[in-house]
């Protein structure tokens, strides 16, 4: 199993235009495979789009593309070219203890943080988070965890749901206080950032 993240930057006063656009489009999209999860962000980098794609490998992906692009009416891509300053496609692949993302209703406060990590080293993150990850979810649901197989900036992402932003600092505290979390790690990442968000209205997840 492979995840696509699709990051888009909007140009601003585009989001409710955005949405429409492609609300419209992804019944058709998703005759092909489905999508696990699109979000706006509320705090961190504005007027940027997460999407989620899940397929079973590249070539699966290379191949779905084709068929929903194809044709002189092509189900995909939405019509939205102009209120978008740019776009990134990243690769990744699911952590071992990442349960499979599913539509479900886990926020409505999501947030996503993405560190860099020595590529050599993320092995040794994934370890270390396999051992403790199970306690720390009984204080919130751990939405998805990646990992960059190439290396690169971000070669590390976990996701979190919470019922809102006083939930988040509630369960920051008690996670902080206790012995297992974060992870004992025996390296730092390099590079950090967090983004707030909220799903669009058409997400499978909620």
């Known amino acids: ?31 092909f495979s489905r999508l696990a999860g699109h979000w706006y962000t509320e705090v961190g980098p504005l007027n940027q789009m997460v999407a989620i794609w899940p397929y079973r490998d590249l070539q699966q992906r290379a191949d779905i593309r084709k068929r929903a692009e194809a044709g002189p009416d092509p189900k995909w891509p939405p019509d939205s070219a102009e209120l978008i ?22 926020g409505p406060l999501y947030e996503m943080r993405l560190y860099t990590y020595p590529a050599e080293t993320v092995a040794l993150v994934l370890d270390a988070w396999g051992k403790g990850i199970a306690e720390r979810q009984q204080l919130s649901p751990l939405v998805g965890c990646w990992y960059g197989e190439c290396g690169g900036l971000d070669n590390f992402v976990h996701m979190w749901a919470f019922a809102s932003f006083e939930e988040r600092l509630r369960v920051r505290e008690k996670a902080q206080a206790l012995e297992f979390w974060p992870p004992e790690i025996p390296v730092k990442p390099v590079r950090q950032e967090n983004k707030i ?5 058409f997400s499978p997840m909620q």
């Open 85 to 106: 300053v740019d776009m990134v496609s990243q690769i990744y692949l699911p952590a071992p203890f990442m349960e499979p993302l599913e539509a479900r209703p886990l």
């Open 1 to 31: 199993m492979i995840y696509e993240m699709r990051t888009y930057n909007l140009k601003t006063g585009n989001l409710q235009e955005y949405w429409k656009r492609f609300g419209e489009k992804l019944p058709g999209r998703q005759e």
């Open 197 to 201: 968000m909220f799903p669009a209205p």
